[in-house]
C-alpha cells in the first residue's frame, strides 16, 4: 500500500460546481499536513496546510480526519483557473532516525469546464 | 526574486552518461531537497539536505550522488543514466524543517535518457 493515496480523477466540473478530493496515509505519526497545487508542467506550489481543527481559505476548505488518517480539500464555486493538478502531502520519516521529509500523493486533476 | 533556480530545464542523454542538475536558491534556506515526479507516481524524494555539509538519502536514492558544499547550492549528479532514470526532477528548499514549513520549488529539469 502506498504511504499516501488520493482519488484517482480526473475531476472534470462545471464552472460553479463543489468538489472534494481526499487523501489517505498509512503512517499513523504523521504530524503535517498539507494541500500543493500543481499547474501543467509547472512546479508544485503550496496551497495550504492542513489542521487538526480544520482551516478555511476563500473558497478552499481543508480537513483532518486522524482517527480515519485521511484528509480533504473541498473548493466551492470553481474557477476555471482552479483547474489544475492537486497534490497532498504528508511528512514522515524516510528511515528510523531521520529526519522528516515530505511524502506526496500521485496528485488528483481538476478540470473545470466553462 | 529568483527563489529556486534549477539548470538546465531540458537535458537528453545517452545512457551510461553522467551529469549534473544545478539547484541554487538565494533564501538563505538551510532545508534543500530533489524530487523526482513520474507519471502515476507523484514526487518521490531522492536525496535531501538540512544544512550545508549534511545530506541523507530518501526514498529512491540510488544512481545519484548529492553534496551540499554551500547553504546556496544542491547539486544532483547522476553517475550513470540509465533509461529508468527519465523524469522530472524538482529542487526545493524550506527556511524551516520539511513538514513544518513550506517547500519552494524549482521550475524543474526535463531529463531524457535514450
Known amino acids: 500500500r502506498k504511504e499516501v493515496e488520493q482519488d484517482p480523477g480526473p475531476f472534470n466540473v462545471p464552472e460553479g460546481a463543489t468538489v472534494a478530493f481526499n487523501c489517505t496515509y498509512s503512517?499513523?505519526?504523521?504530524?503535517?499536513f498539507f494541500w500543493y497545487r500543481q499547474d501543467c508542467r509547472k512546479e508544485p506550489k503550496l496551497l495550504m496546510s492542513?489542521?487538526?481543527s480544520g482551516n478555511e481559505d476563500g473558497r478552499f476548505t481543508a480537513q483532518l480526519n486522524r482517527a480515519s488518517q485521511y484528509i480533504s480539500l473541498l473548493i466551492r464555486d470553481s474557477k476555471l483557473s482552479d483547474s489544475a493538478t492537486y497534490l497532498c502531502?504528508?511528512?514522515?520519516?524516510?528511515?528510523?532516525?531521520?529526519?522528516?521529509?515530505?511524502?506526496f500523493g500521485s496528485g488528483t486533476q481538476l478540470t473545470v469546464l466553462p | 526574486n529568483a527563489g529556486v533556480t534549477q539548470t538546465p530545464k531540458f537535458q537528453v542523454l545517452k545512457t551510461g552518461q553522467s551529469m549534473t542538475l544545478q539547484c541554487a536558491q538565494d533564501?538563505?534556506?538551510?532545508?534543500m531537497s530533489w524530487y523526482r515526479q513520474d507519471p502515476g507516481m507523484g514526487l518521490r524524494l531522492i536525496h535531501y539536505?538540512?544544512?550545508?555539509?549534511?545530506?541523507d538519502q530518501g526514498e529512491v536514492p540510488n544512481g545519484y550522488n548529492v553534496s551540499r558544499s554551500t547553504t546556496e547550492d544542491f547539486p544532483l549528479r547522476l553517475l550513470s543514466a540509465a533509461p529508468s532514470q527519465t523524469s522530472v526532477y524538482f529542487c526545493?528548499?524550506?527556511?524551516?524543517?520539511?513538514?513544518?514549513?513550506?517547500?519552494?520549488f524549482g521550475e524543474g529539469s526535463r531529463l531524457t535518457v535514450l
Open positions: 539536505s538540512v544544512g550545508a555539509g549534511i545530506t
Open positions: 503512517n499513523s505519526a504523521s504530524q503535517s
Open positions: 502531502a504528508v511528512n514522515n520519516r524516510v528511515s528510523s532516525g531521520s529526519a522528516r521529509q515530505l511524502t
Open positions: 533564501m538563505n534556506h538551510e532545508y
Open positions: 526545493a528548499s524550506s527556511s524551516r524543517p520539511v513538514g513544518v514549513g513550506e517547500l519552494f
Open positions: 492542513v489542521y487538526s
